[in-house]
């Protein structure tokens, strides 16, 4: 919105939302969920004075339909006709009114409305969301996520990691968790030795080690250096993990399946890493509660994917680290994250400045729902 349109009322009422289902194709498996579908709610609220906001959550795989029907029978139609200002309250409300259901399909409902009303806040100010969350940094670090998968052969490991050393990012993620322990070990250290000592090394097991396995991985991760183990364990079993962060391991690190604030508050002490993702957990608001808990503890935040939105989130928190490489919502913009030698800024732009590619979205909106007038 260009300063001469800036609204400075802080607070408007939202005259229409609209939710549109989006289904999506990828043409290769993506990271270390080997997912061949992304499905996407995109939602947009405009607010009486022709200002809008968008925001979103998805699966990898099905199940949009189930969020996009909560969506249009409770959010949405509570939410035409609310000040933006009531958000906050009723934020709280949608959680206690769905509160039986459990936290998966009414916290990516909620995180999607955030999303566009904390957008559409910052439309109205004319302030690119970090700064409108409190700016602590310009710049952030970001590390490179996208060119690691189970499929690729060691060579082509080294390739994406080398590439991506050479583009000036001080730190690589690899994957495990699909091969022999014995030949994932083996390709971690054939990474290491091309990248050389200096390069951080992140190691993700997507969930798929039991204890024994991932107590056999940790003590050999230290060896190689790795920064952070990531996810080796399903998230549910929290015992488990209390008893892996008891022996040699790298910091543990957790948080794309652990959905809000409370399931967080569980690992305090236990894994030293979070990473929410702001479109699961519960959108900005909840992000913004889980960073404050993480500083409290001297845990440290790092979200997972998108690092087109998340990108604000990494500049403005403060329990915030790193900002992960991982192209997922491509497909959808038509710009995506610039980053310079392992940096990114946030676009100087009011709201989060995500560029949708219009084209695109009809083309694959399989359903859309309008409320308002």
């Not at 940094?137 to 082509?156: D, I, K």
């Not at 560029?355 to 695109?360: F, P």
């Amino acid at each position: 919105m260009p300063a001469a349109q800036v609204l400075t009322n802080q607070s408007s009422k939202i005259a229409r939302a609209e939710v549109r289902l989006i289904d999506i194709p990828l043409e290769s498996a993506r990271g270390g969920s080997g997912a061949t579908q992304l499905q996407v709610a995109i939602v947009t609220v405009t607010d009486k004075d022709g200002a809008s906001g968008t925001g979103y959550t998805y699966t990898l795989g099905p199940g949009m339909a189930a969020i996009v029907a909560l969506l249009e029978e409770l959010h949405l139609p509570a939410i035409v006709g609310m000040e933006t200002d009531q958000w906050d309250q009723e934020w709280y409300r949608m959680r206690d009114i769905t509160h039986r259901l459990g936290d998966s399909v009414p916290l990516l409902a909620t995180s999607a409305v955030d999303i566009a009303i904390w957008d559409l806040r910052a439309m109205r100010q004319g302030m690119p969301l970090y700064r409108l969350l409190g700016s602590q940094r310009e710049q952030v670090p970001v590390y490179g996520s996208g060119r690691a998968t189970h499929t690729m052969t060691t060579a082509q490991l080294i390739e994406g990691a080398v590439s991506y050393v050479e583009e000036g990012f001080s730190a690589v993620k690899l994957r495990i968790g699909a091969r022999r322990p014995e030949e994932d070990l083996s390709r971690v250290a054939a990474v290491r030795k091309a990248v050389g000592d200096d390069a951080g090394i992140m190691i993700d097991a997507n969930e798929r080690l039991d204890l024994p396995t991932a107590q056999w991985f940790a003590p050999r991760l230290v060896e190689l250096g790795v920064r952070w183990f990531e996810e080796p364990l399903k998230s549910r079993h929290l015992d488990a993990y209390r008893v892996l962060n008891a022996g040699v391991t790298p910091p543990l690190a957790i948080g794309e399946h652990i959905l809000g604030l409370s399931a967080f508050s569980n690992y305090a002490g236990v894994a030293s890493v979070w990473m929410p993702d702001v479109p699961l957990t519960g959108g900005v608001s909840e992000f913004r509660r889980i960073d404050a808990l993480a500083e409290a503890h001297g845990m440290v935040v790092t979200p997972h994917f998108l690092p087109e939105l998340h990108v604000h989130m990494v500049a403005a928190g403060r329990a915030t680290t790193w900002l992960e490489h991982f192209p997922l919502l491509d497909e959808l913009l038509s710009e995506t994250l610039e980053i310079k030698e392992g940096w990114a800024t946030p676009p100087d732009r009011p709201g989060h400045g995500l560029r949708w590619d219009q084209e695109k979205i009809e083309r694959f909106t399989v359903r859309c729902e309008k409320f308002g007038s």
